[in-house]
């Protein structure tokens, strides 16, 4: 079984701490929405989809204070618009009267559902024998279900059609070489890590066939915020003729956002990234759709230029 990033249990949120994996598995239990916010704005709890469940509990978690809780929720981070997907939801619950712990409950229910159906469909746009890049962390740890690219190679592996998975380690946090790499172990898929600067060199000797991640932001023109690197992998995939699929809920499709110009992309602390020296630590970056083969929703998976979206 993955393993879900939380669980709600005797009134609280518990997240599994994620920037102490794999050494420590350490659960935080979060029994107030600022300390999901902590937690979500140190990447305790990460992973745009996982992100959007975590809101949803914590919403759940604020009473009558809805407002002050989603303004708090909502200002942690700007680029996973699952946040903001969730907030949008719960303030229907919560104006309506309803309970917002049911609304959570089935947040998270439909979430393992749409990983379920992605999975399914990504796992259709490989062949036998694939040697997969991914980036960065996008399985269950991701998502609260199996994940959304990194759930769908899991789902192609246990289908026979993976030989082996690239993992690029990932900037800031090791995303790749601490949580995709602790995964993809735990599940016995072959993988190896790479530093990200691998990827051209990899991808020109003829090792990659397809590369796979999944998506913070989708606007409604089909362009992809992910996790920083991920457009320079796009470019060295176009240059190689090697097909990129992004995985990602509907919940992640922004149609409010024109184009990916129109996303706010993340910038965090230089210290995460470097001791005592000048430096720009962007979280994300934006892959133009020309550049994407494939956006898997739990719908379907479409092609460029993505007018369906
Ligand atoms: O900064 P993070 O670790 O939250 O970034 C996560 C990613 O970029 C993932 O690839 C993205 O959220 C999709 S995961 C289902």
New binding site residues.
Partial sequence: MPTSPLRFADGALELLDQTLLPGEERWLRCERPEQVADAIRR?AV??????GVACAYALALAGPDFEQAAALLGST?PT?VNLRWAIDHGRGVFESGGSLLEWARQVERDQVEADRRMAEHATALLSPGSRIFT????GAL??AGL????GAIEAAWRAGLVEHVWVGETRP?L?GARLTAWELGRAGVPFQVVTDSSAGALMARGLVDAVM????RIAANGDVA??IG?YTLAVLADRHGVPLHVV?PLS?VDPATPSGAAIPI?ERDPSEVVAGLPALNY??DVTPYELVTSIVTEAGALSPPFTEL
């Fill in positions: 990447l990460r992973g745009a989809p996982a992100i981070r996973a980036h960065c962390n996008s991701a998502t994940g959304t690219g990194g946090l995303q991640v999944g998506a913070d992910n996790k991920t990602a992640t993340e979280a994300f």
